[in-house]
């Protein structure tokens, strides 16, 4: 039984009992309680991965490519020579 099962039984086993004590701890009720926690812990859990989701890249971005170089300078410097040639345009 590997670690992580276990830790989610023991989740679900806690969440019962608490919901059997919510209940007034009637007998014989078990496996209701312990379903109604398999569901709720599923449904936290849902909802919790729903709200990471976005969180999290699908990859990380490149460190360099050929356009940019590994800081960007090759668009700042086009950027610059840009600015250049439209100021002396400007000026004429």
């Known amino acids: ?4 099962y276990a830790l989610g039984q023991q989740r679900i086993r ?12 009637p007998e014989g009720e078990e496996q209701r309680f312990w379903f109604a926690a398999k569901v709720d812990i599923h449904q ?7 709200e ?7 990859s990380d971005p490149p460190s360099s ?10 668009i700042v410097a086009a950027e610059e020579a ?7 345009r400007k000026s004429r």
Do not use: I
Not at 44 to 50: F, S, T
């Open 14 to 25: 806690e969440r019962a009992f608490e919901l059997w004590e919510e209940a007034g701890s």
């Open 44 to 50: 936290q859990e849902a909802k919790l991965d729903k």
């Open 52 to 58: 990471v989701a976005g969180s999290f890249p699908a």
């Open 65 to 74: 490519n050929v356009v940019t170089g590994a800081t960007g300078e090759h």
């Open 82 to 88: 840009a600015d250049a040639k439209t100021d002396g």
């Open 1 to 4: 039984m590997s670690d992580e």
